[in-house]
């Protein structure tokens, strides 16, 4: 479909840049714990054209039945199975909180909220995993101060392979 000028499989996984909007990037966000922080991702996606409201119900949904806590500080909140009807189209949001979220217990400085039709969040969770598993990207993002360093992070994962 797309003309990416790379030889793997483009069809297969958008790169994460391409699902990321700059206004869905907030990178000095501030919760009062994690629903709150799910609620304000869930709030970047319907922001971004990308679900309908009801999606974030499905992200709380998802939450209360397996954390999205990924470890190195991160957490990947998504919907469940039954929320996938209100996905208009694949896309990713980055928050950013400076100072911290109590997440069952985790500290959480950065949620990435997800949306996507089809089983299109498999791909997108695997492709996260290669930057967020980086404990060097990891840190890398959880002190990113601009989209532009964000966008690099999440970049750098389509240059590895």
């Known amino acids: 479909m797309s003309e990416t000028g790379s030889s793997h499989q483009?069809?297969?996984?958008?790169?994460?840049?391409?699902?990321?909007?700059?206004?869905?990037?907030?990178?000095?966000?501030?919760?009062?714990?994690?629903?709150?922080?799910?609620?304000q991702a869930g709030a970047a996606l319907v922001e971004a054209g990308a679900v309908?409201?009801?999606?974030?119900?499905?992200?709380?949904?998802?939450?209360?039945?397996?954390?999205?806590?990924v470890g190195e500080g991160v957490a990947i909140p998504h919907g469940t199975l039954a929320g996938k009807?209100?996905?208009?189209?694949?896309?990713?949001?980055?928050?950013?909180?400076?100072?911290?979220?109590?997440?069952?217990?985790?500290d959480v400085r950065v949620a990435v909220g997800i949306a996507a039709k089809g089983n299109g969040h498999i791909a997108l969770l695997s492709q996260?995993?290669?930057v967020?598993?980086?404990?060097?990207?990891?840190?890398?993002?959880?002190?990113?101060?601009?989209s532009k360093q964000v966008y690099a992070l999440l970049a750098s994962d389509e240059d590895d392979e």
């Not at 309908?52 to 806590?69: F, G, H, K, Q």
């Not at 990713?92 to 069952?104: A, C, E, S, T």
């Not at 967020?132 to 601009?146: I, P, Y």
């Open 10 to 39: 483009a069809e297969e996984a958008v790169p994460l840049t391409e699902l990321l909007t700059e206004s869905s990037i907030r990178l000095d966000a501030h919760a009062s714990g994690r629903d709150d922080a799910i609620l």
């Open 52 to 69: 309908e409201p009801s999606y974030v119900d499905a992200m709380l949904a998802r939450e209360n039945t397996v954390s999205t806590y």
């Open 85 to 106: 009807g209100a996905v208009k189209h694949d896309a990713i949001v980055v928050l950013r909180f400076p100072d911290g979220v109590d997440w069952d217990g985790n």
């Open 128 to 130: 996260l995993a290669t």
């Open 132 to 146: 967020l598993l980086d404990a060097d990207k990891a840190e890398a993002l959880r002190n990113a101060t601009t």
